[in-house]
């Protein structure tokens, strides 16, 4: 017995103080068994309503036991916060809903989480989502920050980001929520449940299904070990009280919950154990009556052309998945307006939806997450996260859908969000008998009826480049399409970080150069009006029709006619755009180049009402996703290609000037957002530049800066790829997690890279009288002490350690650092001028050995280049002798990755 403590009496007892209720006589063995096996087969609805009482009077309602102690020796109960009655009777009844070994009913929802993480000691791994309500949120960071447990923040409905910080050695509570708050982002349960436990044993899986509840999702019954609910939602469904459910599977964890609860002191109070029977009996009538509805809402909105969180919708990205697991899709669902301001005016202007934080209530809720329940997480965090700032997240109650609509339509006309639709034939929308008593098509047709008498509310322009853009992809328009006249080719280079990788993400300087490794691409004209993506490195093939992009989401308002990108993402549209090339069977690398040509040809395009078709076909010597900056180089690529296509810039002659290139840099910054989440502009800064820089980002009002180094070229440095892929995406956003949970660990780590670089900076700007030999020799050391920051970062990789091994160790004493963000890719090892050239190939070849890539690499070197006067293109003969233009694209393609570099030299005179 470990526990020296008495445990509330367990729903497998059915304990339910038999010996206090017990009044009628005993009914026969057979008979009970009868029952059961008949009740076992009850549905839902059944078993929300038939509590299980033996009140010694006949009582209906399990009666309130409103006391502290109990008194005599032998009872089943002696103090309230141990056991009671009420609360064992409720716990009974919630372990039968979620078909648990047993329930546990707290004072809150958070108390639930605060209960289980009290099971993860320090030093051990949280795993959490990045979807997360700000209370959450808010616990998770003070176990971080004060009980030394190791919280990250991963895309827990992505198993890629969570598989990295799994580990069998690495004791780690994975905290999943589906769908998430308020993104309604879906995580496929079991599959994760199942790949957790296969790559950690240990690991504890604990589901916050607070957004579906026992009636739509029972996660226990999915492979996760500990469920918990806050009761004041669904459960309770009338925001008179507040409870939180745990539900175990297992005996074990069972009892260290149970223990964890009598020794907090947190069980439900007898009262609201109470009201929280009262509420679940009618659980799943209300919740029918509530999707139903927000399903409705949903439609309405989605008709409207708002960007619409919901899972039920048709256009969510992993419906499928949520109704594998889930057998409705809730009644909260939200969306974006484009605009925070916009928003806050809707939010204001709703009266039958009160604004207020939580859900699952019988009453409707309107609220801006980013100002309210999400308010405690920081607005940087937020973006880093991908929460838009103008989310409006709607909890929908049991209120007839007619009014519902009805104030949701006068609070977005109200708050300018929609206009009348003049063309519309009616505005007024008779009232129908009963929404309810209609087929699912009729109540349908009635909310896509009425959302046609609206349109979302566009500038005047905006409405004409609209209608414009309509017509021209339906094809009956006389305005004339434009065409590129000619192939536009470019290159742009990767780079190499030598020091303060990651801490430049957090404001700390770091240096940089770029490498003569390129990434090639032609944007090739078509006539079809379509857009698509050529990349042979990674077989993607794929089109698009130019007129079934979201154009109703191009955001709106601002200076369209500024040549500079935005410095944000407008979340709608990538959402959108994210969602429509989720359905082409397209690995992760393909999905990443498609948003972001797709993402930039439509912002660029939204200045143009005559947006030409074309095809972009890249191919790069770059290794993808190896630290040397790949999605920098494509970036650069796609950014200046589409801005020559789209007439943002002149095709320059003599080179790109430093206006021009600033201008690429903007969108190239762009795209690196969206394949990166939070970059801090070097590698973009250094691939459209070229050369080697110190670079700070600007950063909380502070300016950035970005220095030419001129002390560098001449350094020679040995690239090792570790060939293990990783994804820049979430390491960045590791450290980003760690840095939150462990500001005290992280920030003297950030600070001593800020030296390392400082010095390096110096030494490396070209007018340090250090000598050579010494400088040599500094350099080496701070590569070094840079490691040990990286690996204390945890963005080192075991790979990575056996290259630092192998290069440090006799005979070859060298200085060797992983580059970029780590966690695989590549290492970089300085070599000093007098090091052998045998040596050097001895090296290499004891590289290549143990399974790695070496490649020593010439730095410095042009920035983004233009192919300026292409020699006439290569011209063969046909079989009826005439001419035939091969395009450069099929010599993109066909030059493989050794060949690229003497292809595009062979294609006549470059600018840089
Ligand atoms: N040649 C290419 N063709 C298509 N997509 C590419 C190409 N090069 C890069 N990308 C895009 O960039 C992504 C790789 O970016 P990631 O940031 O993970 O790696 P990296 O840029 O090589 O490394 P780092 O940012 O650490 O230097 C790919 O998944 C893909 O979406
Ligand atoms: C890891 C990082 O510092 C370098 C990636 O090449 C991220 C960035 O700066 O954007």
Same mark, same amino acid.
């Given at each position: 017995?470990?526990?020296?403590?008495?445990?509330?009496?367990?729903?497998?007892?059915?304990?339910?103080?038999?010996?206090?209720?017990?009044?009628?006589?005993?009914?026969?063995?057979?008979?009970?068994?009868?029952?059961?096996?008949?009740?076992?087969?009850?549905?839902?609805?059944?078993?929300?309503?038939?509590?299980?009482?033996?009140?010694?009077?006949?009582?209906?309602?399990?009666?309130?036991?409103?006391?502290?102690?109990?008194?005599?020796?032998?009872?089943?109960?002696?103090?309230?916060?141990?056991?009671?009655?009420?609360?064992?009777?409720?716990?009974?009844?919630?372990?039968?809903?979620?078909?648990?070994?047993?329930?546990?009913?707290?004072?809150?929802?958070?108390?639930?989480?605060?209960?289980?993480? +009290?099971?993860?000691?320090?030093?051990?791994?949280?795993?959490?989502?990045?979807?997360?309500?700000?209370?959450?949120?808010?616990?998770?960071?003070?176990?971080?920050?004060?009980?030394?447990?190791?919280?990250?923040?991963?895309?827990?409905?992505?198993?890629?980001?969570?598989?990295?910080?799994? %580990?069998?050695?690495?004791?780690?509570?994975?905290?999943?929520?589906?769908?998430?708050?308020?993104?309604?982002?879906?995580? &496929?349960?079991?599959?994760?449940?199942?790949?957790?436990?296969?790559?950690?044993?240990?690991?504890?899986?604990?589901?916050?299904?607070?957004?579906?509840?026992?009636?739509?999702?029972?996660?226990?019954?999915?492979?996760?070990?500990?469920?918990?609910?806050?009761?004041?939602?669904?459960?309770?469904?009338?925001?008179?009280?507040?409870?939180?459910?745990?539900?175990?599977?297992?005996?074990?964890?069972?009892?260290?919950?149970?223990?964890?609860?009598?020794?907090?002191?947190?069980?439900?109070?007898?009262?609201?154990?109470?009201?929280?029977?009262?509420?679940?009996?009618?659980?799943?009538?209300?919740?029918?009556?509530?999707?139903?509805?927000?399903?409705?809402?949903?439609?309405?909105?989605? =008709?409207?052309?708002?960007?619409?969180?919901?899972?039920?919708?048709?256009?969510?990205?992993? +419906?499928?998945?949520?109704?594998?697991?889930?057998?409705?899709?809730?009644?909260?669902?939200?969306?974006?307006? $484009?605009?925070?301001?916009?928003?806050?005016?809707?939010?204001?202007?709703?009266?039958?939806?009160?604004?207020?934080?939580?859900? %699952?209530?019988?009453?409707?809720?309107?609220?801006?997450?980013?100002?309210?329940?999400?308010?405690?997480?920081?607005?940087?965090? +937020?973006?880093?996260?991908?929460?838009?700032?103008?989310?409006?997240?709607?909890?929908?109650?049991?209120?007839?859908?007619?009014?519902?609509?009805?104030?949701?339509?006068?609070?977005?006309?109200? $708050? $300018?969000?929609?206009?009348?639709?003049?063309?519309?034939?009616?505005?007024?929308?008779?009232?129908?008998?009963?929404?309810?008593?209609?087929?699912?098509?009729?109540?349908?047709?009635?909310?896509?009826?009425?959302?046609?008498?609206?349109?979302?509310?566009?500038?005047?322009?905006?409405?004409?480049?609209?209608?414009?853009?309509?017509?021209?992809?339906?094809?009956?328009?006389?305005?004339?399409?434009k065409q590129l006249a000619n192939e536009i080719t470019v290159s742009?280079?990767?780079?190499?970080?030598?020091?303060?990788?990651?801490?430049?993400?957090?404001?700390?300087?770091?240096?940089?150069?770029?490498?003569?490794?390129r990434?090639y691409a032609v944007l090739t004209p078509r006539s079809?009006?379509?857009?698509?993506?050529e990349?042979s490195?990674?077989?993607?093939?794929?089109?698009?029709?130019?007129?079934?992009?979201?154009?109703?989401?191009?955001?709106?308002?601002?200076?369209?006619?500024?040549?500079?990108?935005?410095?944000?993402?407008?979340?709608?549209?990538?959402?959108?755009?994210?969602?429509?090339?989720?359905?082409?069977?397209?690995?992760?690398?393909?999905?990443?180049?498609?948003?972001?040509?797709?993402?930039?040809?439509?912002?660029?395009?939204?200045?143009?009402?005559?947006?030409p078709g074309v095809t972009l076909t890249v191919s790069?010597?770059?290794?993808?996703?190896?630290?040397?900056?790949?999605?920098?180089?494509?970036?650069?690529c796609?950014?200046t290609s589409?801005?020559l296509a789209?007439s943002?810039?002149d095709p320059p002659k003599n080179g790109?000037?430093?206006?021009?290139? &600033?201008?690429?840099?903007?969108?190239?910054?762009?795209?690196?957002?969206?394949?990166?989440?939070?970059?801090?502009?070097?590698?973009?800064?250094?691939?459209?530049?070229?050369?080697?820089?110190?670079?700070?980002?600007?950063?909380?009002?502070?300016?950035?800066?970005?220095?030419?180094?001129? $002390?560098?070229?001449?350094?020679?440095?040995?690239?090792?790829?570790?060939?293990?892929?990783?994804?820049?995406?979430?390491?960045?956003?590791?450290?980003?997690?760690?840095?939150?949970?462990?500001?005290?660990?992280?920030?003297?780590?950030?600070?001593?890279?800020?030296?390392?670089?400082?010095?390096?900076?110096?030494?490396?700007?070209?007018?340090?009288?250090?000598?050579?030999?010494?400088?040599?020799?500094?350099?080496?050391?701070?590569?070094?002490?840079?490691?040990?920051?990286?690996?204390?970062?945890?963005?080192?990789?075991?790979?990575? =350690?056996?290259?630092?091994?192998?290069?440090?160790?006799?005979?070859?004493?060298?200085?060797?650092?992983?580059?970029?963000?780590?966690?695989?890719?590549?290492?970089?090892?300085?070599?000093?001028?007098?090091?052998?050239?045998?040596?050097?190939?001895?090296?290499?070849?004891?590289?290549?050995?143990?399974?790695?890539?070496?490649?020593?690499?010439?730095?410095?070197?042009?920035?983004v280049g233009f192919l300026l006067s292409p020699t006439s293109d290569e011209r063969i003969e046909s079989d009826t002798g005439e001419g035939m233009t091969i395009p450069k694209r099929s010599g993109l393609r066909d030059a493989g990755?050794?060949g690229l570099a003497n292809w595009a030299e062979s294609l006549g005179t470059w600018v840089y």
């Amino acid at each position: 017995m470990p526990f020296a403590v008495r445990y509330p009496p367990s729903p497998s007892e059915t304990s339910l103080a038999t010996s206090i209720f017990e009044t009628t006589p005993a009914k026969s063995v057979s008979e009970e068994e009868a029952h059961l096996a008949r009740s076992a087969k009850w549905q839902f609805s059944t078993l929300c309503a038939s509590v299980d009482n033996k009140d010694q009077y006949g009582s209906s309602a399990v009666p309130i036991y409103q006391t502290a102690t109990f008194k005599g020796m032998d009872g089943p109960y002696d103090y309230t916060r141990s056991g009671n009655p009420t609360r064992g009777a409720l716990e009974a009844h919630l372990a039968k809903l979620y078909g648990a070994h047993a329930c546990y009913a707290l004072s809150t929802g958070m108390t639930c989480l605060d209960v289980i993480l +009290r099971l993860v000691k320090p030093g051990e791994t949280v795993l959490a989502g990045d979807d997360l309500y700000g209370g959450t949120n808010r616990l998770l960071t003070y176990i971080g920050t004060h009980g030394g447990v190791d919280v990250r923040h991963v895309d827990t409905t992505r198993l890629d980001e969570l598989e990295p910080h799994l %580990g069998p050695g690495n004791k780690s509570m994975v905290l999943l929520e589906s769908p998430t708050n308020p993104l309604l982002k879906i995580a &496929d349960i079991p599959t994760i449940c199942a790949a957790v436990k296969a790559a950690a044993p240990s690991a504890l899986i604990v589901v916050d299904n607070t957004m579906m509840s026992p009636y739509l999702q029972r996660p226990l019954n999915l492979g996760a070990d500990i469920v918990y609910d806050s009761g004041t939602k669904y459960l309770s469904g009338h925001h008179d009280l507040m409870a939180g459910i745990i539900a175990v599977g297992e005996p074990e964890v069972a009892k260290s919950i149970a223990f964890l609860i009598n020794a907090v002191g947190c069980g439900l109070a007898p009262f609201d154990c109470f009201l929280l029977l009262r509420g679940i009996k009618t659980m799943s009538v209300r919740m029918d009556r509530q999707i139903a509805t927000a399903e409705l809402v949903a439609l309405y909105l989605h =008709e409207l052309g708002f960007l619409v969180h919901y899972p039920g919708l048709k256009s969510h990205p992993k +419906r499928d998945i949520h109704y594998k697991q889930a057998t409705g899709a809730g009644a909260v669902l939200s969306f974006t307006t $484009g605009d925070k301001s916009l928003s806050e005016k809707v939010v204001g202007s709703a009266r039958l939806w009160g604004i207020s934080v939580s859900f %699952g209530a019988v009453n409707s809720l309107i609220s801006m997450p980013c100002l309210m329940s999400h308010a405690s997480i920081s607005a940087a965090v +937020r973006a880093e996260r991908g929460l838009p700032e103008d989310l409006i997240r709607l909890c929908v109650g049991i209120e007839d859908p007619r009014d519902l609509i009805d104030d949701l339509e006068h609070s977005l006309f109200a $708050g $300018g969000a929609i206009v009348p639709d003049l063309s519309h034939p009616t505005l007024s929308h008779p009232r129908m008998a009963n929404l309810y008593e209609l087929g699912r098509e009729h109540r349908e047709h009635w909310v896509i009826e009425r959302a046609r008498a609206y349109k979302r509310s566009l500038p005047e322009n905006a409405i004409q480049k609209l209608v414009d853009g309509v017509k021209r992809g339906l094809g009956f328009s006389s305005i004339p399409r434009k065409q590129l006249a000619n192939e536009i080719t470019v290159s742009a280079p990767g780079k190499v970080i030598l020091f303060g990788e990651h801490a430049v993400v957090h404001g700390v300087t770091a240096i940089a150069s770029s490498v003569d490794l390129r990434c090639y691409a032609v944007l090739t004209p078509r006539s079809d009006h379509k857009i698509a993506l050529e990349a042979s490195d990674s077989s993607i093939e794929l089109e698009w029709d130019i007129s079934a992009l979201p154009w109703n989401l191009l955001p709106l308002g601002g200076d369209r006619g500024k040549r500079e990108a935005d410095k944000e993402l407008d979340s709608a549209l990538l959402h959108s755009i994210e969602a429509l090339v989720e359905d082409s069977n397209v690995n992760k690398t393909g999905k990443g180049a498609s948003v972001t040509l797709l993402y930039t040809y439509m912002l660029m395009a939204g200045n143009d009402v005559n947006a030409p078709g074309v095809t972009l076909t890249v191919s790069s010597t770059l290794p993808i996703g190896a630290g040397l900056g790949s999605s920098a180089a494509y970036s650069t690529c796609v950014s200046t290609s589409l801005l020559l296509a789209h007439s943002y810039i002149d095709p320059p002659k003599n080179g790109f000037d430093p206006a021009t290139r &600033d201008v690429v840099d903007s969108w190239a910054f762009l795209c690196e957002k969206i394949l990166h989440g939070n970059p801090s502009g070097i590698d973009n800064a250094v691939s459209v530049r070229g050369g080697a820089v110190a670079f700070t980002r600007a950063m909380g009002g502070r300016a950035g800066g970005l220095e030419g180094l001129h $002390g560098f070229s001449s350094i020679r440095l040995l690239l090792t790829n570790t060939l293990v892929p990783r994804d820049t995406k979430s390491l960045v956003a590791r450290v980003s997690a760690k840095r939150l949970a462990e500001p005290e660990v992280v920030d003297p780590i950030l600070k001593s890279i800020q030296t390392i670089s400082d010095e390096a900076k110096t030494l490396l700007s070209g007018t340090s009288d250090v000598g050579r030999q010494a400088l040599v020799l500094r350099l080496e050391t701070l590569i070094r002490q840079n490691q040990v920051y990286l690996t204390q970062l945890g963005v080192s990789h075991p790979s990575l =350690e056996m290259i630092v091994a192998a290069t440090t160790g006799e005979p070859f004493n060298l200085a060797t650092k992983l580059t970029g963000a780590g966690g695989g890719g590549c290492a970089l090892t300085l070599i000093p001028d007098g090091f052998s050239e045998t040596s050097l190939q001895a090296l290499m070849e004891d590289l290549t050995n143990l399974g790695f890539q070496p490649h020593l690499t010439a730095l410095g070197g042009s920035g983004v280049g233009f192919l300026l006067s292409p020699t006439s293109d290569e011209r063969i003969e046909s079989d009826t002798g005439e001419g035939m233009t091969i395009p450069k694209r099929s010599g993109l393609r066909d030059a493989g990755s050794d060949g690229l570099a003497n292809w595009a030299e062979s294609l006549g005179t470059w600018v840089y």
